[in-house]
């Protein structure tokens, strides 16, 4: 029970993931509905609770996880390390899982100025967090951190904010029977080139190259997510930041978009398959490859355990280059710097971060521990990750625009996906005008 469990709830995950602050449910929404305020209002007397045990020198944190109760093995792995922790330092933890209302839980007390002493970043914690969380440099376990995700959760002033349980790490997921069955080494695909040349060799014997299920926009807006970072240079990383990034650099690679579907390198259902149906697919060897993170691995293998499926890292535009890892935050916990009970808060995370308790929480997430001591087992994907973690690693894409611009990423990639009339010129033009209303 407990295989299928993660294997069914890593689907939920890459969803959440791929859309945090952005994707499917980013649209902006008001933190002032009545479902926020009861939550807010509940949020504040557990506070007050919290505190009047305080003073009677009972110390208990306010813990907040992101991932979702969804992911019933992630949230039974979690609840379980707390309670050892509860157990050995006396501490007492209200632990919460808020689940589709986190982000506009945590906007909310973020207006208040009343944040759970440990909470959840979930791809946020430089950019939309970091002025509220305290530094984390002087922990026992921050020289621990990964190389892949330590600059994403590094502020500018050099600040470590959160511990890195779990990240994910994104490539392209593939069907290595397939891809050998067309003649496709996937250890030399190291450039777009040898992609696309992969891409007709597996069209030559009738299957699909790229698998996109439209249905759940995510998916075809990660074809963005992996091109961007692998073709703009770090100068356009930078304008992107202060504002003056010139949107007419993306229609090279909007237009490089079109022409795989000129090309024919997807299914025909892709603007109506689902993530369920794609990953099923590219198990049962009808397809090459799916852009998404491991998820649709493990998805793919619930189906056909025997498949031959893993991971490669994203092509380089050019040879010199060099591949890329795709890294975002997943499971990263925070401390909020005005919380009265910080030195409970840094002995809850120095115990997340013991290694047999991190390789727990990598292990029940599915995905590599963001600490370099932690030996985690991911089955078939470890070396995959392994393989990943080798190249150099550059930021999910969304995570540098402002909160909110995923959905134009998905309204871009689904009008190219239905072959509009100047798909991309109207696309630039959505993303320019988003980028710049969002950067006022």
Same mark, same amino acid.
């Given at each position: ?262 090309? @024919?390198? /997807? *299914?025909?259902? %892709?603007?109506? =398959? ?8 590219? !198990?049962?060897?009808? #397809? ?115 909160? @909110?611009? /995923? *959905?134009?990423? %998905?309204?871009? =990639? ?8 100047? !798909?991309?010129?109207? #696309? ?13």
């Amino acid at each position: 029970m407990k295989k299928a469990l993660v294997v069914g709830l890593t689907c939920s995950m890459v969803i959440s993931l791929s859309a945090c602050g952005g994707g499917k449910q980013e649209a902006e929404k008001s933190a002032g509905g009545s479902d926020n305020v009861s939550q807010t209002t509940q949020a504040a007397s557990e506070k007050e609770q919290a505190l009047s045990e305080a003073d009677s020198g009972e110390t208990e944190l306010e813990v907040y996880m992101s991932a979702g109760s969804a992911l019933e093995l992630l949230d039974d792995a979690t609840r379980s390390i707390i309670d050892q922790f509860t157990e050995e330092t006396g501490i007492k933890v209200s632990y919460n899982v808020p689940g589709e209302g986190y982000e506009e839980l945590m906007k909310a007390r973020m207006a208040s100025n009343d944040m759970p002493d440990v909470f959840c970043t979930h791809g946020w914690a430089v950019v939309r967090y970091g002025e509220y969380l305290l530094s984390l440099n002087e922990e026992p376990w921050a020289n621990d951190v990964s190389d892949s995700i330590r600059e994403i959760i590094t502020d500018d002033n050099g600040n470590l904010l959160v511990l890195p349980s779990a990240y994910a790490l994104f490539g392209i997921n593939c069907n290595f029977d397939v891809l050998e069955e067309a003649g496709v080494n996937a250890d030399e695909i190291k450039t777009w080139k040898d992609f696309e040349d992969a891409c007709e060799k597996v069209r030559a014997i009738g299957k699909d190259p790229i698998l996109v299920g439209g249905k759940d926009l995510v998916l075809p807006a990660q074809i963005f997510q992996d091109l961007c970072p692998s073709v703009l240079t770090e100068e356009d990383d930078a304008a992107i930041q202060d504002g003056s990034f010139d949107w007419e650099k993306i229609r090279p690679i909007s237009e490089r978009y079109v022409d795989w579907v000129d090309r @024919g390198f /997807f *299914n025909v259902d %892709c603007l109506t =398959a689902d993530f369920a149906a794609v990953c099923q697919s590219l !198990a049962a060897g009808e #397809g090459a490859f799916i852009f998404l993170d491991s998820s649709i691995v493990n998805q793919g293998l619930a189906y056909y355990p025997d498949a031959n499926m893993g991971m490669i890292p994203v092509p380089a535009e050019n040879i010199e280059d060099g591949q890329i890892g795709i890294a975002g935050e997943y499971l990263s916990w925070g401390i909020w710097k005005d919380s009265e009970n910080v030195d409970a808060a840094k002995q809850l995370l120095e115990y997340f971060a013991r290694p047999e308790n991190a390789k727990i929480l990598a292990e029940a997430a599915g995905l590599p521990s963001g600490l370099e001591n932690v030996d985690y087992d991911l089955g078939k994907l470890t070396g995959e990750f392994q393989k990943i973690t080798q190249c150099r690693t550059k930021p999910v894409w969304d995570r540098k625009l402002p909160s @909110g611009m /995923f *959905n134009d990423l %998905c309204t871009a =990639a689904q009008s190219i996906l239905a072959k509009e009339d100047d !798909a991309v010129s109207k #696309g630039i033009e959505i993303l320019r005008q988003s980028y710049n209303e969002k950067m006022k």
